[in-house]
């Protein structure tokens, strides 16, 4: 089977060695005629030169599986008619939890009022996580494995999603119940992906939905958020955003968000994917679609995600 690695260059050193092994029998190539590959292991930024890839002329692709588990920047081109299948890799899900559960617990335990200015302010004991509201929007392979860990923490968990498809353990609200979802978020985490029905999902009203003091956390898409009604809504009793994702990257220097005291910026680290693990998940989809089974993971394009 020939795969062309239709990636940014950046990439070919760290996942080369590891897509070789995990599937030995693939001959994996940077370039080539079009017409020749079964396949297309796919990142965002490629090609280099900032084209959109046409993928008109890979007329034997039997699939194009992404490397990332979002896929807003190629789902709608319109010249991709091969099965898109996205992203689905365990470490990829441990990282985002370790992220999300890291920065719910700072906000959870207040890390940051006890900073060594030699002030002792023992009367601020943190509540138990059992009396802290959690609500996780989006409830798909990264929501799910975020919800039931800081469920497994204590923390009074509820999801949201389109469906309100259920998830033992966790109350999971579907579409209309947002509202509620919000009123009860102390700590809001967003795992949503960009799509049509997401983009400035937390806009001025539903953010004043939210408790005062909340903390949401986004590693899902920068446009989940309206920006100026989030600076606004920090302004007015919103506490704190721990924001991974943004609509412009790199964040410019000289955005607010840099600067402002109730943002906390992280520069889109909160989930790799590793090559390590990821590998096995490319491997196997390749070796469905070269036989013709069922893929995984396969992308909606009506839904875009
Ligand atoms: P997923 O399995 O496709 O799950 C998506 C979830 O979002 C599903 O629960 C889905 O609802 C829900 N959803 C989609 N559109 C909705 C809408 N309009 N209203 C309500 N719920 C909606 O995706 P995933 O693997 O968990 O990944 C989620 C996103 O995380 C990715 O798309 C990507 O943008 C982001 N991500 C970020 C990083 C990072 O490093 N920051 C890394 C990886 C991924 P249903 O369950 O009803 O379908």
Known sequence: ??????????????????????????????????????????????P?????????????????????AGVERIVTNPTLTQPLCRMVDPGLAQGMVEYCTGWALRAHLGMDRFAQDGVWRNQLTPPLAQRRGVTVLGMGELGRAVALALAGLGFRVAGWSQSGRPVPGIEVLAGDALPQALNRAEILVCLLPDTGGTRN?????????????????????????????????????????????????????????????????????????????????????????????????????????
Do not use: K
């Open 48 to 68: 280099e030169d900032g084209r959109v890839l046409d993928f008109t002329p890979f007329t034997r692709a039997r699939v194009v599986q992404s490397l990332w």
């Open 1 to 46: 089977m020939r795969v062309l690695f239709a990636a940014p260059a950046r990439l070919w050193d760290a996942w080369s060695p590891a897509l070789r092994a995990a599937c030995p029998e693939m001959e994996l190539c940077r370039q080539g005629d079009p017409a020749c590959f079964d396949a297309l292991i796919y990142a965002p930024g490629y």
């Open 201 to 305: 999902l937390l806009d001025a009203a539903r953010l004043s939905l939210l408790p005062p003091g909340a903390t949401i956390i986004n590693a899902g898409r920068g446009s989940l958020i309206d920006e100026a009604a989030l600076l606004a809504a920090l302004d007015q009793g919103l506490g704190h955003a721990v924001l991974d994702v943004f609509r412009q990257e790199p964040l410019p220097p000289e955005h607010p968000f840099w600067t402002h005291p109730q943002v906390t910026v992280t520069p889109h680290v909160s989930a790799e994917t590793r090559p390590e693990s990821a590998a096995h998940v490319v491997a196997e989809n390749l070796r469905r679609a070269m036989r013709g089974a069922p893929l995984l993971h396969l992308v909606d394009r009506a839904r875009g995600y």
